[in-house]
C-alpha cells in the first residue's frame, strides 16, 4: 500500500494511516510512536511526534519540515508493520512491532 503520509508542520507530526477502521486505543511505543489500533486489536494508524528528528534519524542526516511533505511511503503488514520510506532517492524503513493481547495479562 502505497501512500502520502499526513504531515502538520506547525506540530511537526505525522501520520501514516494504515486502515480505515475506528481508532479504539493508541499504544505508545516509544515517546515519538504511537501506534493507533481498532478494538481487534489491528493497526489502524502510525503517529509520529517531532517527525523531522525522527525522519532525519532514520535518514542519517537532516531533514528539514519542508521536506518532510515530500516523503513517501509503502507500508507492509507481515511479522510487523514496515514503514517503507522514500524521500530524494533515498530509502529509510522503520519495523513496528505488531499489537497482541498477552495471555498472562488476560483476566
Keep these: 500500500m502505497n501512500l502520502k503520509p499526513e504531515y ?10 494504515v486502515s480505515s477502521k ?3 486505543s493508541t499504544i505508545e511505543i516509544s515517546p515519538r510512536l504511537g501506534l493507533d489500533v481498532s478494538s481487534d486489536r489491528k493497526v489502524v ?3 509520529m511526534l517531532d517527525a523531522s528528528r525522527a525522519i532525519s534519524d532514520l535518514f542519517q542526516k ?10 513517501l511511503c509503502e507500508i507492509r503488514q ?3 508493520l514496515y514503514l517503507d520510506m522514500r524521500l ?3 530509502r529509510a524503513s522503520l519495523a513496528l512491532p505488531q499489537p497482541y493481547e498477552s495471555p498472562v495479562l488476560r483476566g
Excluded at 8 to 17: I, Q, V
Excluded at 62 to 71: A, D, G, I, Q
Design 45 to 47: 494508524g502510525v503517529e
Design 78 to 80: 507481515e511479522d510487523a
Design 62 to 71: 537532516t531533514v528539514s519540515r519542508e521536506k518532510v511533505k515530500k516523503l
Design 22 to 24: 475506528h481508532v479504539y
Design 88 to 90: 530524494e532517492g533515498r
Design 8 to 17: 502538520d508542520e506547525e506540530s511537526d507530526s505525522l501520520y501514516f494511516k
